[in-house]
């Protein structure tokens, strides 16, 4: 078994000229990818083992990225099942030198723990200990319904 805290994985990717549209803001696809990588870290350090990417819930993009700001991303297991581990996934925009921080986009990924032969592989069950995972818990669960 494994508390919830445990699997918060946090990690900045500072946005670059080459990780920029037109616009000069990070391309959502880059936003998307680090998001993705960030998840698999919380979900691989949830089960020990290797987990593939299975579903991405609906990704709105709520406000940009400027290059020179750092992307900020905050992973966390809320929901285990079988072989599959459910992730939230928040980015922000964050200003390293004022430290200013807005939610950009906020997503729900469902990755699945394989084996060495690539098969699905079961995952420990997921304790939630404290009022703060309890709490995290819960803003996964309704923000994941829309609520």
Known sequence: MTDLIETVVENREMVQPNHANML???????VMKWMDEVGAMSAMRFSGETCVTARVNSMNFERPIPVGDTAYITAYVYEAGTSSVKVRLVAEREDLR???????????FVYVAIDENNKPTTVP?????????????????DGENGN
């Not at 004022?98 to 729900?108: A, D, V």
């Not at 069950?125 to 669960?141: G, K």
């Open 24 to 30: 000069e803001v990070a391309h959502g696809g880059n």
């Open 98 to 108: 004022t430290r200013e921080r807005e939610k950009t986009t906020e997503s729900y």
């Open 125 to 141: 069950e997921l304790t939630v200990s404290t009022e703060e995972e309890e709490r995290l818990r819960r803003e996964a669960i």
